[in-house]
């Protein structure tokens, strides 16, 4: 099983983005340092553009094929690894500055797209490990949700298993090592498929 990790660029005011440090350790560790359950993984970087960075993830899909794809981006507010269960066909102008209007990501299109991943099963596995984890409902409506939807738009009608984890900031309630070890869980519980 191939299964690739997505995280974003630094944006706004936040200097250091959890998740991008996440693929690049994933490209950094080899199977020795984790456990990746027999799962060829492989991290990509994305820009934070609306567009832009499903583009940069399409293109990685296109080279690597994967059966799975784990999209994960920062959510400064939150305080625990949050599986999104629903990606919306919806885009606002941001609070950092970006001139975006609002409005449909892909007019004409369905107005929420779910999550493929098995969020029960993933987070019976990670809370059963002590990870602060948790279920959102909205990965928001900027890039996140963006590449989100676009994603789930993308694989629709195939077999490939995709999905978004917002991670909290780095830091007391969450360390780079314990991000890891989820990303790890999450691929052990889609390689033996709960
Ligand atoms: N978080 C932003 C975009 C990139 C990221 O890491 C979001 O939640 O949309």
Known sequence: MRVLISGFDEFGEHSVNPSRLLAEQVNACSSHDVEWFGADVRGVVLPVEFDFGFQRLLKEINFFRPDAVLSFGLAASRRTIDLERFAVNWRESSSMGSSVVAGELLPGEALALASTLPIE???DRAKGAGLPM???????TYVCNDVFYRMQRYFLRSCVRSGFIHVPP???????D??????SLAIGVLVRGR
Do not use: K, N, P
């Not at 780095?170 to 780079?176: A, Q």
């Not at 314990?178 to 990303?183: D, E, I, M, T």
């Open 178 to 183: 314990q991000l890891v070890q989820f990303a």
């Open 170 to 176: 780095i830091g007391t309630d969450c360390t780079l």
């Open 121 to 123: 099963s993933i987070l």
């Open 134 to 140: 948790g279920v959102s409902h909205s990965a928001g």
